[in-house]
């Protein structure tokens, strides 16, 4: 749930930031626009136009981050989703996090069974492309 939230901050930040720079807020707010110089050779025009460029670029690499952040948070959710419905499984003593494809599996399980199951739940999730087992085995009396 974190996660999504902060996604969701990361998105709204960048929007706010793009409609900052390109001066969306700051045009609305003046009452007339002046009109560029002319016969500057069209300098400003170029500068608009590679500040633009440049602005595209951020937003899209801030698209692409925030389409991995989601495409993360929806793979760890999928696990811990198998695990909470599967009944040798005791998700809450289980974390899961996600790296891009790579998810990490921790904590304290009370069988090899669990253990088994949980890694295996793991691996059969559509988009894993490894699992890091760091799964512990308590010691039973």
Do not use: C
Request: no cysteine; glycine share 10%.
């Amino acid at each position: 749930m974190r996660s999504i939230l902060r996604l969701a901050l990361i998105i709204v930040l960048v929007l706010g930031l793009g409609l900052f720079l390109t001066g969306y807020w700051g045009a609305r707010a003046r009452s007339t626009v002046q009109p560029a110089p002319v016969g500057t050779g069209g300098t400003s025009v170029e500068r608009a136009r590679e500040r633009a460029a440049e602005l595209g670029e951020k937003a899209a690499d801030a698209a692409a981050k925030v389409q991995e952040g989601v495409s993360e948070a929806g793979i760890t959710a999928k696990i811990k989703a198998k695990m909470a419905l599967d009944d040798s499984v005791k998700a809450r003593s289980i974390n899961v996090t996600t790296s891009g494809s790579v998810v990490t599996v921790s904590g304290t399980v009370e069988s090899v069974r669990e253990h088994d199951r949980a890694i295996a739940l793991a691996r059969e999730t559509d988009g894993v492309s490894h699992v890091v087992d760091q799964l512990r085995v308590s010691v039973q009396r």
